[in-house]
C-alpha cells in the first residue's frame, strides 16, 4: 500500500503571524528638537555604512525629514523605490530613535515626492524641444523643409 505525501497531516494548524503590539503608554515622551532629530538620523545613516549597508545607506541619505506636530516625523523620498528601501529600515530605526531621543510617541510618515524637472534620459523630441524654446525659428524650418527629428537619416 503506498501512501501519499501531504504537508496537511504534518502540520494540522497553521498559525498567522500577529503583529506585536507595544503598550506605550507609560513610556517617557521627551520633547526634542529637530537638529537634535536630524543628529541622530545621521547617527542611523552612518551605522548603517558600518554595518556594509551600502544600498541602504545610498537610498537613504537622500530623503529629507521634518519634525511634525505630535512627535510625527515626516520622511520625504523622491520615489517609490526609496520609499520602500526606507520601509525596511522602519522598524530599526523606530527603536533607535525612540531610544536616542528617549519618546516612545514617535511615529513616521512617509512621502513620495517625485521631481518632474528631474530627466536621467532626453528623447529627441525633449532635446527639439529644448532647442526650438531658446530659438523658436526652428519649429519653422522644421514645418517649411518637413524635417522628422526622429528620422536617423
Do not use: C
Request: glycine share 2%; hydrophobic share 35%.
Amino acid at each position: 500500500m503506498e501512501r501519499s505525501f501531504n504537508l496537511k497531516t504534518i502540520f494540522h494548524t497553521v498559525e498567522e503571524e500577529k503583529p506585536v503590539i507595544e503598550n506605550l503608554e507609560n513610556k517617557p515622551k521627551d520633547a526634542f528638537s529637530e537638529e537634535k532629530l536630524k543628529k541622530f538620523w545621521t547617527e542611523f545613516l552612518n551605522q548603517l555604512l558600518k554595518g556594509n549597508k551600502i544600498p541602504t545607506y545610498n537610498a537613504l541619505h537622500t530623503g529629507k525629514l521634518e519634525l511634525m506636530e505630535n512627535f510625527q516625523i515626516q520622511f520625504e523620498f523622491s520615489s517609490a523605490s526609496l520609499a520602500n528601501e526606507f520601509d525596511l529600515e522602519r522598524d530599526n530605526l523606530m527603536r533607535f530613535l525612540r531610544e536616542k531621543l528617549n519618546n516612545y510617541a514617535i511615529d513616521f510618515q512617509v512621502k513620495i515626492v517625485q521631481d518632474e524637472s528631474v530627466k536621467y534620459i532626453k528623447t529627441k523630441a525633449d532635446i527639439f524641444q529644448e532647442m526650438a524654446e531658446k530659438n523658436p525659428i526652428l519649429l519653422k524650418m522644421k514645418e517649411e523643409l518637413g524635417l522628422d527629428y526622429n528620422s536617423n537619416e
